[in-house]
């Protein structure tokens, strides 16, 4: 292995030896990027991203008419945000209900919800008419359904599903969930992404350190019963929080992790004995002979130390990941693409490729990238600009989804060092999860079919000036053969000499402005013609003197 320092100061990843990269990429993961520079880790951060994602298979629109109607009014954006103001206003209404509201308001508040339970089954019935089998697919629309059959039966049967299962209420306020969605469609909620994707990426840290948690408050709570089960109940020991039971202890536990009340839960426990408790009370069923007294120096022992590990050492944890995701969160919403570009990719591809094949036509290249969102958007005209990226093609000219993914997210990051050898390394990760990929070979590229189409057309022109300058050349020698014998031309002749300009002029249309075009025939018999024309005329003239003269005799 051998690293190279460059002129400036950075490492360069010899791209000789490529167990550089298998070195690297694991450090990277664990968070220690000592060997990659700045342009390296954006671009991977980059390749990281979209080499988790493919492209998925779109639910297909109806054949039907009406189906394809509904389809079409569902899947827009303008459906989800109108259904996601009404969540929010029914939980509006939930918010209005009190426990002794009068019967006028319980029978208006009563309508009101049977008018959102009917908006609510008109979109699922409207989902199911459109999506048909596919409804069923999406985690979502299977929520919702629930929550609508729940919300139906709970007009009739309220009380008797409270009581045997939950209430549909409960599920009307998790639905709230559902407003997330659309924080991705509103371009000023970025900060608010932000925080939620802060705290989506803490969450496996936040459980490990649960059940660091966990585990130290179980070793304490054991170790309490065992020594402060018989405390006698006073200030902050009573029926609820004492050590008596493994839940109660946990409670206690957990009331000393907030550092809210501790001490009160201290002081029985410091009583060593007479008057502030009995030493010798018995406690039937138990061998424990200490009374209702504590052990002071083992429950100092036993505080201080919990508080210490709990409180100052693993909720702080929670509070150091929390933050540290949120600053690796705000670093990744300032990079040049974000998650949300390259779900925008997939999505705007799902059009283009309605099978999911991960391949597209190069015809539909230049209306894919125009309809992209920015960055990743290339503008039209654009078939130049593609045509230079180089991208590999396939039999049947197709080109893969990452093949391009990968050209316009370098177009966005620029060039770097090394990024070939993290691209190889990336592209084998996703060729490892998506086997599509690996069986096809590229026979082609963009730029070499490019350069294919303007050889081809340069060997065109180049074979009908050829063409014309051998036509013309016959037809100057057949020209001047006539003349010569005192003949004239044939009409086949002239009807081939007529066609001289329209091959002229046809070769002219296919020519790009760089190139010069070829002279036409025209310009090439014209001085012929006219000293033709001169010659006849001068004879029709000597003609008419001799029949002058013919005349005069």
């Known amino acids: 292995m051998r690293i190279l320092p460059s002129n400036n100061g950075q490492l360069n990843v010899c791209k000789s030896c490529r167990n550089v990269t298998r070195l690297v990429l694991p450090l990277y993961f664990g968070g220690q990027d000592i060997f990659m520079t700045e342009e390296q880790k954006k671009y991977y951060n980059a390749m990281k991203k979209l080499g988790s994602k493919k492209p998925q298979k779109p639910i297909p629109r109806p054949v039907n008419k009406f189906q394809g109607f509904v389809f079409d009014f569902i899947t827009k954006q303008a459906f989800d945000i109108v259904i996601m103001i009404l969540i929010c206003l029914n939980m509006v209404t939930m918010m209005v209900e009190t426990d002794d509201q009068a019967d006028d308001i319980r029978k208006i508040l009563y309508k009101i919800n049977l008018v959102f339970i009917v908006m609510f089954t008109g979109e699922c019935i409207l989902k199911m008419i459109s999506l048909r089998q596919y409804y069923f697919t999406i985690g979502w629309n299977v929520f919702d359904f629930i929550v609508v059959i729940l919300s139906i039966i709970g007009m009739f049967l309220s009380e008797l599903i409270e009581k045997y299962l939950v209430s549909p209420t409960l599920f009307r306020v998790i639905r709230l969930a559902r407003i997330g969605r659309i924080l991705r469609l509103i371009k000023s909620a970025k900060g608010i992404r932000t925080l939620l994707f802060a705290l989506m990426m803490s969450l496996p840290a936040l459980f490990n350190i649960g059940l660091l948690l966990f585990l130290v408050m179980f070793i304490y709570a054991i170790f309490g019963m065992s020594n402060f089960a018989y405390v006698k109940k006073e200030s902050g020991i009573d029926d609820m929080f004492n050590f ?18 501790w001490d009160v839960l201290l002081a029985p426990i410091l009583n060593k004995g007479e008057p502030d408790c009995d030493s010798r009370k018995e406690h039937p069923g138990s061998t424990y002979k200490g009374g209702d007294c504590g052990n002071p120096s083992v429950a100092i022992i036993f505080f201080v130390s919990y508080i210490i590990i709990c ?21 990744e919403s300032a990079e040049p693409l974000s ?48 045509s230079s990226m180089d991208l590999p093609m396939v039999s049947g000219e197709r080109i893969h989804c990452l093949d391009i993914l990968f050209a316009f997210t370098k177009r966005v990051l620029g060039e770097g060092e090394g990024l070939d050898i993290l691209r190889g390394q990336m592209e084998e990760r996703f060729m490892a999860s998506n086997p599509s990929k690996v069986s096809y070979e590229p026979i082609t590229t963009t730029l070499r079919r490019k350069l294919e189409d303007m050889s081809a057309l340069v060997i065109q022109r180049a074979f009908r000036r050829y063409l014309l300058k ?23 002749e002239v009807l081939v000499i007529d066609k001289f300009p329209e091959i002229s002029t046809s070769n002219r249309t296919d020519m790009t402005p760089s190139t010069a075009s070829p002279p036409s025939y025209d310009s090439v018999t014209k001085p012929e013609k006219n000293k033709y024309e001169k010659d006849k005329r001068k004879k029709e003239v000597k003609e008419k003197k001799k029949y002058m003269d013919v005349g005069k005799i």
């Open 339 to 386: 998650e949300d570009d390259f779900e925008m990719f997939y999505e705007v591809w799902e059009k283009f490729d309605a099978r999911a094949t991960q391949f597209m036509e190069y015809d539909k290249l230049s209306d894919f990238a125009d309809a992209l969102d920015p960055p990743l958007r290339i503008s039209k005209p654009n078939k130049i600009q593609l």
């Open 470 to 492: 051998r036509i013309v050349k016959r037809a100057s020698a057949m020209y001047k053969e006539k003349i010569q014998s005192g003949g004239t031309l044939l009409d086949k």
């Open 311 to 331: 409180f100052l050492v693993v909720v702080n944890m929670y509070i150091a990941v929390i933050l540290e995701n949120f600053s690796v969160a705000t670093e």
């Open 244 to 261: 008596e039971t493994f839940g109660n202890s946990m409670i206690c536990l957990f009331q000393i992790t907030t550092s809210g009340g």
